[in-house]
């Protein structure tokens, strides 16, 4: 009975960590046939650091949605009344 109850708590354990290993897997088999020759580089300019290369084209992202600037309150984020 015991050793039933010892295979029975391991069950759970053994699932997770082959559900753990199978989307590892899955993960690493994505990046690597991602179909990207430049993976990019992290470029340190003035005071900031951007990313340089890489497979997105800035160009190819929309546009970030602009907001009314004195309408909106920037530590809430709702409009002012």
Excluded: Q, Y
């Excluded at 559900?19 to 470029?43: K, Q, S």
């Excluded at 602009?66 to 409009?79: L, P, Q, Y």
């Amino acid at each position: 009975m015991a050793l039933v109850r010892r295979v029975a708590a391991v069950i759970p354990l053994v699932g997770a960590v082959t559900t753990a290993a199978a989307l590892t897997g899955a993960a690493f088999l994505t990046v690597a046939h991602a179909g990207c020759d430049e993976a990019g580089r992290f470029v340190k300019t003035g005071g900031s650091i951007e990313f340089v290369g890489g497979c997105v084209n800035g160009a190819d992202l929309p546009a970030a949605p602009t907001a009314e600037v004195e309408n909106v309150d920037r530590f809430g984020g709702s409009k002012k009344p």
